[in-house]
Every structure is written in C-alpha cells, then in structure tokens.
C-alpha cells in the first residue's frame, strides 16, 4: 500500500516538473524581451547620426511672462550646425553625443568663479543608455518602447586655488515606440536636460524645466543616418 502510495505520489509529481519545465518561452519571458528582437531592433538603430544640436537655456535671473494667455519662460538659444552622435548596437546599448561643448552650461551657474573655470572646459562625449522594454501587458505582444537614461558626466577643473570634481546629471522623459517586425527605426531626435551641479560630490546647483528661481539648460539634437 505504501508503495502504491509512493509511485502515484511521485507520478504526479513528474507530470508537474513536465508541465512545467515545457512551458514554451514566450509565455515565460515578453516576447519584446527575447534575445533575438533585442539584437535585431538594436541593431536596427544602430550607426551614425548627423544633424543639428540646439541648446536652450536660461539662468537664475530669468521671470516668466505672459504670452497669447499663458506663461512661457524666455529662453536663450544657441546651436551647433554641425553634430553627429553614434547609436550602438546591441552588444553596446549606448548613445554617444560626440563632442558636446560642455562649457554652454557655464551660462546658467550661479557660482561665477565655477561659471569661469567651466568656461573654459573643452568639449566632451555625453553617453546615455537605451533600453527597450515591453509596453503591454500581453507576453506575446509585438510592441516595445525604447527608453533613454542618460548617464552623468564627471570631470576635473581648477578654480578657488584647488582641483575640483564637477558632476553634471541628466534625465530624458523621451520614449520611442518600435513593433518587433519593422525595420525602419531611427533615433532622429535627442532630448536631454540638466538635473542637478554637483562639485565635489555637493549639489550646488538645481536645474528645473518650470521654476522661476533655477537655471535650465535643454539639449535637443536631430540627426540622419
């Protein structure tokens, strides 16, 4: 009896692990998520992208006014003709902004002896990391968002007698909506704007899209491949 016991409680067992471990792959994971459409959208955006980058920006100073009824902030304005900024595949899910002019960004900081050191900074590589993720519910559905984080930057410059380390955040609310079977993606427009100035690993400085009394700095930049 107990044998008889044992065989059908280990039959019942074996059909679970079965049910189990069968259990095809899409109903596990979103399909969006596999392997093989991360690689191929990936790669699909891939490459090299020429265009204009536009920077918007205003200091600590700026009020708002009133236009056509409503409240607008002014806003400064400067661009670059010519920009270019690589897209990596799928092995390197990163966007580098080639060469961006870093010191534009002393033109909203309030601290006048970092303004002038940050003046003065040459041009660097901004990167921001992209993901693609589901954007439903539905496992097997074909849909995706690709999103963008964008990562600090972190550099050396020399102002009040001592070297010191400036850290500048960013953040990007952009999203791109791609379906797994297409093959026409593009990242053909950038939007980045400065979070936070940190110096010495202190925030000295808060950057907002809306507030009166803080500095804003936009980057928009628009490419071909």
């Known amino acids: ?35 093989d459409v991360q690689r191929h959208i990936s790669d699909g955006i891939s490459g090299v992208y020429h ?7 205003c200091d600590t100073t700026v009020k708002k006014v009133k236009k056509d ?11 670059v003709q010519q920009f270019r900024y690589s897209v990596g595949g799928y092995e390197n899910q990163y966007i580098v902004m080639h060469g961006f002019p870093i010191s534009m960004i002393s033109k909203t900081v309030s601290d006048p002896d970092l303004a002038n050191a ?16 589901p954007i439903s519910d539905n496992k097997s559905s074909k849909e995706g968002q690709i999103r963008l ?21 960013f953040s990007s609310s ?13 990242i053909d427009n950038l939007q980045l704007q400065v979070d936070n100035l940190l110096v010495d690993g202190r925030i000295v400085q808060k950057y907002d899209s809306w507030e009166e009394s803080r500095s804003k700095f936009w980057i928009i930049c628009k490419g071909k491949r």
């Not at 940050?118 to 993720?133: G, T």
């Not at 909506?177 to 593009?186: E, I, K, P």
């Open 1 to 35: 009896m107990k044998y008889r016991s044992f065989l059908f409680l280990f039959c019942v067992l074996s059909c679970t692990f079965f049910s189990c471990s069968t259990e095809p792959a899409e109903f596990i994971n979103p399909y969006i998520l596999s392997t």
């Open 51 to 57: 265009g204009k980058m536009t920077v918007l920006y």
């Open 69 to 79: 009824e409503s409240w607008v902030i002014p806003m400064h304005k400067d661009s």
């Open 118 to 133: 940050l003046s003065h900074k040459p041009n660097l590589d901004l990167n921001v990391r992209y993901s693609i993720l």
């Open 149 to 169: 984080e964008a990562v600090p930057v972190t550099f050396s410059v020399y102002y009040g007698n001592i070297e010191h380390l400036v850290t500048i955040t």
């Open 174 to 186: 952009q999203r791109y909506n791609v379906f797994a079977d297409d093959n026409s993606w593009n």
